[in-house]
């Protein structure tokens, strides 16, 4: 710990808060960078990869996932970094470094982690999986019967979709796709001496390999036995170039910029704006190179200069190239290789024979994914879709899959003469295809499509259903953590709230006109909305308890996120710890704040959780004196959820959904000590073991027994 956050004494010993500086801006001492912390996030999902307890297969999956999320950071968060760099920009970031400085802090960072996931992979999972009878065999160790095989299936299946590409003075360095893996190799004429020529970047030739068919090839007879895609391409070369003789192969990948910016005020037609903008990401800047570690330094800088990438861009492998394609490997009919699967059930209280609506108007229910069915959602929309006396759906769309049944009820539900208004949020990261598609069935099954406010990403989790009862109209709600994606709800933990409350219904339409009209409604009853009341309410729920704890009444905070970067938040945490408010946060992945500092920060501790589910709940528990505030929402505290989305956050109002919240889920949450780990104020992230005669709690693993005895 620096000295400028050693905790200050007096000549008599007593001890002194650390004086804040105005702003925590450009505070390395107060902050942890956003993308070290990142980073250590990842490093967590590795090592669920190298962690023996889980099975085989799961342990695949985590290492395919850490490469995934790897591909996306470079294509978003180290792109933008590059970007601010080539244009000279010198905008710092929170802790006060340069784009320069992040980079280079990303490289040092990241390299012995990719060594670990290689030592991982090689060490580990494949000899282990060579045990369990799944083996990714090279060329050189089949059989003259299983060569004959495979090239007899790369003539059929492979070679008609390969387009080889020279590079010499006839044919300029080629296009090298986002993702894409390639095999590079160097051609002579047969006539040659038969000395192999220095690489001159002349000769050369690269091959793409094909993303349509399976990078892992079966070979026949063999049971789960595979070959690399690449190998088998690069064992059959030579019929690409007839004629020439073909030396060694080397394998690379190219990552480039996939980030899209949209000029909201100048785009006529923001859905045409943002599919040519999706058009135009396959050929952002080069932002990263892999390259095989076989491949020669003349070639490897050959590589790099043609893509315009300095040496610190280039990452070295020593071993297979693009992982998350070993998450084929997870679709192999082999359950004791895997987890048990998730059996989710509808809660005890949806399941009456009577109407949900019924069921809803008598008490609100919370649900609880994916322990909690998320078919109770699907359900609930299409019965709106569906009953004569809804008159009503109006819901936001941020991220729904490719087959969303609950689009399909929407649609329906138009062709069925019920107004039907939904939000597409068309710059939803990764999904804009998708949303575009949609978007226009929507639209021409009648359905009055939005796609936001015009500066503001739309977040939040909310769909509102109007129904006519005994001559008036009733508003029944939804609003949940996490996205109306049926797929995701089977691996995100996200809770959701059924509710018929007069006061959030009624705030709940004025939030849709202001998505889809000229409102700009500034006061809502119950709901917290971002940008609007969302950050000022937080704030002064913080220093409520300050208040209490001042007053000599209880006060806690505990706060269940996926992010925290937000300075004027951490500020406010900070002066609340200083005060003597205990705070436990439990935020899975990126967490600017340093907890744990003696003056600063000795009351606030920070776990994430990495397990089998993505943790994606967002909870908010104030103590208020003894009588909880409990809300649950879409929004992370980072300032683009507080400033530039809009996000929701409701109160739990009915007691016994406060108290599950509090004592089954976050007091689980803190007490897990087998998936939780704590941050220190170094930065380094502790894993929380057990103490002799201590109950094992694992979080996840404790709600998938306990919702299943309900």
């Not at 985590?62 to 591909?71: E, R, V």
């Not at 939040?460 to 109306?484: F, M, Q, W």
């Not at 894993?687 to 309900?710: C, H, K, M, N, P």
Request: proline share 5%.
């Amino acid at each position: 710990m620096t000295d400028a956050l050693k905790q200050e004494t007096d000549e008599s010993g007593q001890r002194h808060n650390v004086t804040l500086p105005p702003t925590l801006f450009l505070n390395r001492q107060l902050l942890f960078n956003r993308e070290a912390s990142w980073l250590e996030f990842n490093g967590r999902v590795l090592e669920e990869a190298l962690d023996h307890s889980h099975p085989l297969l799961e342990r695949v999956k985590f290492i395919s996932i850490f490469s995934t999320n790897l591909d996306e950071f470079f294509m978003i968060r180290v792109s933008g970094l590059k970007e601010q760099l080539e244009e000279g920009v010198t905008e710092l970031s929170l802790d006060g470094m340069t784009p320069s400085a992040q980079l280079k802090l990303i490289h040092e960072r990241l390299r012995p982690l990719l060594a670990d996931q290689v030592r991982c992979l090689k060490e580990h999972l494949l000899p282990q999986l060579s045990s369990a009878g799944i083996n990714i065999t090279p060329y050189r160790a089949l059989s003259d019967r299983e060569r004959r095989a495979l090239n007899e299936y790369f003539m059929d299946n492979v070679f008609p979709v390969l387009t080889p590409q020279a590079v010499d003075p006839a044919h300029p360095f080629p296009y090298i796709s986002n993702l894409s893996l390639n095999v590079c190799v160097m051609i002579e004429p047969e006539t040659g001496d038969g000395e192999p020529t220095p690489f001159d970047g002349s000769r050369f030739a690269r091959v793409k390999v094909p993303p349509l068919v399976p990078r892992l090839v079966p070979i026949a007879g063999s049971g789960n036995s595979f070959i690399l895609l690449e190998e088998l391409i690069a064992a059959n070369v030579s019929v690409l170039f007839p004629g020439m003789r073909v030396g060694e192969h080397h394998v690379f990948r190219v990552t480039r910029d996939a980030d899209i910016e949209i000029r909201e005020d100048e785009a006529n037609d923001l859905l045409r704006t943002v599919e040519q903008e999706v058009r135009k990401r396959r050929f952002g800047t080069a932002v990263r190179l892999e390259v095989s570690s076989s491949m020669p330094g003349e070639m490897v800088r050959y590589l790099a200069s043609s893509l315009r990438l300095a040496a610190d861009d280039v990452y070295t492998i020593d071993g297979p190239l693009n992982l998350p394609d070993l998450m084929s490997l997870y679709k192999l009919d082999l359950p004791e290789l895997k987890d048990k699967p998730l059996v989710a059930s509808v809660p005890a209280v949806l399941r009456s024979n009577d109407s949900i609506f019924d069921l809803i108007k008598r008490q609100d229910v919370l649900v609880h994914h994916p322990y909690d069915s998320f078919s109770s959602v699907v359900d609930f929309i299409k019965t709106s879709a569906t009953d004569p006396d809804v008159l009503a759906i109006k819901m936001t769309l941020y991220r729904t899959g490719p087959d969303s049944p609950i689009v399909k009820a929407l649609m329906e539900a138009s062709e069925r003469g019920k107004q039907v208004a939904v939000l597409v949020e068309l710059k939803a990261r990764f999904d804009e295809e998708n949303n575009i598609e949609w978007a226009r069935r929507l639209e021409r099954a009648g359905v009055h499509v939005v796609y936001g406010l015009l500066g503001l990403k739309t977040h939040c989790k909310l769909a509102l259903v109007v129904r006519r009862e005994a001559g008036a109209l009733r508003r029944y709600l939804h609003i949940g953590t996490g996205n109306y994606n049926p797929s995701t709800a089977k691996i995100y933990t996200d809770l959701g709230l059924f509710t018929a409350n007069d006061h959030i219904g009624s705030d709940a339409s004025e939030l849709f006109n202001y998505l889809t009209g000229f409102s700009r409604q500034t006061r809502y009853r119950r709901l917290l909305v971002a940008p609007v009341n969302l950050r000022e309410q937080t704030s002064a729920l913080i220093e409520r308890e300050v208040e209490h704890h001042k007053a000599g009444r209880p006060a806690r905070i505990i706060a269940k996120l996926n992010s925290l970067t937000d300075t004027k938040i951490i500020r406010e945490l900070y002066e609340a710890s200083q005060a003597g408010v205990p705070i436990d946060l439990i935020v899975r992945g990126v967490c600017s704040l340093r907890p744990g500092v003696p003056g600063l920060s000795d009351k606030i501790t920070v776990r994430s959780i990495v397990g089998r589910f993505l943790e994606h709940t967002r909870i908010y528990y104030f103590e208020n004196g003894g009588d909880a505030d409990v809300s649950i929402g879409s929004a992370d505290w980072m300032q683009r959820n507080l400033d530039r989305r809009v996000e929701l956050v409701t109160p739990i109002e009915d007691p016994r959904l406060k108290k599950r919240l509090k004592e089954d889920i976050l007091d689980t949450c803190l007490h897990d000590n087998v998936k939780a780990r704590l941050l220190l104020p170094s930065g380094a992230y502790e894993r929380v073991v057990a103490l002799e005669g201590e109950e094992r709690v694992d979080t996840q693993s404790r709600f998938l027994s306990s919702y299943a005895s309900i």
